[in-house]
């Protein structure tokens, strides 16, 4: 089974809120919201380019050219952020994929 940990900020402090009252019982639940409380929730790449896409009504499926990302509203944004970063863009599409395949599925009609 795997356990996805990509969760929303809101998800994780829901289950930090219903842990807190076990923490003086349980050396687990202590541990766990610690761990909740050191996570970052600074948005990936991946994320950033999906909800561009999904936003702007493009296909999140296939990863963007720079061309294309920058024709969406944001999208110039997300491309320059990338280069000032140093970031090469062509790195990102195995990275983009793994993300999708982590986050979604796709059913046949």
Same mark, same amino acid.
């Not at 089974?1 to 996805?4: D, G, I, P, Q, S």
């Given at each position: &089974?795997?356990?996805?940990l990509d969760l929303p900020k809101d998800k994780w402090?829901? =289950?930090?809120?219903?842990? $807190?009252? #076990?923490?003086?019982?349980? @050396? %687990?639940?202590?541990?766990?919201?610690?761990? =909740? $409380?050191?996570?970052? #929730? $600074?948005?990936?790449w991946s994320q950033k380019i999906f909800q561009c896409?999904?936003?702007?009504?493009?296909?999140? #499926?296939? #990863?963007? %050219? %720079?061309? @294309?990302? @920058?024709?969406?509203?944001?999208?110039?944004? =997300?491309?320059?952020?990338?280069?000032?970063?140093? %970031?090469?863009?062509?790195?990102?599409e195995k990275i983009y994929y793994q993300f999708l395949?982590?986050?979604?599925? &796709? $059913?046949?009609?």
């Open positions: &089974m795997k356990l996805n402090e829901f =289950i930090k809120r219903k842990l $807190e009252q #076990f923490k003086k019982d349980s @050396e %687990t639940a202590t541990l766990f919201c610690n761990a =909740i $409380e050191s996570l970052s #929730f $600074e948005e990936s896409l999904t936003s702007n009504g493009k296909n999140p #499926f296939k #990863f963007p %050219t %720079t061309t @294309e990302l @920058e024709d969406c509203t944001y999208g110039s944004a =997300i491309v320059k952020q990338c280069e000032l970063s140093g %970031t090469k863009w062509k790195s990102l395949l982590d986050n979604y599925s &796709m $059913e046949k009609k």
